[in-house]
C-alpha cells in the first residue's frame, strides 16, 4: 500500500505570497529532491500551490476555504519510510533549515492516508 502524508502550510507573515511561491517552487524543491534519504525513500512528491481569485471565488459562494498558502504532498511505501526521512540528518540540516526561510512551520496540518480514487475522466 502507498500512503500519502500531506502537510498544509502558512508563509511566514514577514514574506510576501510571491517571495513564499518563489522559495518553495524552486531553491526548496531542488534542495528537498537532491536529499539522499529522499531519493530512497520518497515515491512522489507535489506541491500544491493555492489560487487566491479561485479560492475566493469559493469563499463567496459559501464554501469554507482555509487559509493556507500551499499544501506539500509526499508519496511513500509506508508511514516508516516518511518517519525515516523525517529524522535523517542530511534532511533535517538542509530541508528544514531551508524551510525556516519561508514557512511558518507552526501552522502544519498534516494528513496522512491512502487515496481510493472513485472516478477518473477516460
Do not use: N
Not at 84 to 91: A, I, P
Not at 95 to 120: I, M, N, W, Y
Amino acid at each position: 500500500m502507498t500512503i500519502r502524508v500531506t502537510v498544509l502550510m502558512r508563509r511566514r507573515p514577514d514574506i510576501t505570497r510571491e517571495e513564499f511561491l518563489k522559495l518553495w517552487t524552486s531553491e526548496h524543491a531542488r534542495i528537498f529532491a537532491s536529499v539522499k534519504k529522499v531519493q530512497e525513500k520518497i515515491i512522489r512528491y507535489s506541491q500544491y500551490c493555492i489560487l487566491t481569485p479561485e479560492s475566493e471565488r469559493l469563499a463567496a459562494a459559501g464554501l469554507p476555504v482555509p487559509e493556507y498558502d500551499g499544501a506539500a504532498e509526499y508519496h511513500a511505501e509506508s508511514l516508516d519510510d516518511i518517519m525515516e526521512m523525517l529524522g535523517d540528518k542530511e534532511y533535517q540540516e538542509r530541508v528544514l533549515s531551508d524551510e525556516a526561510k519561508f514557512l511558518d512551520r507552526t501552522s502544519f496540518q498534516v494528513l496522512v492516508g491512502e487515496e481510493k480514487v472513485q472516478h477518473e475522466r477516460p
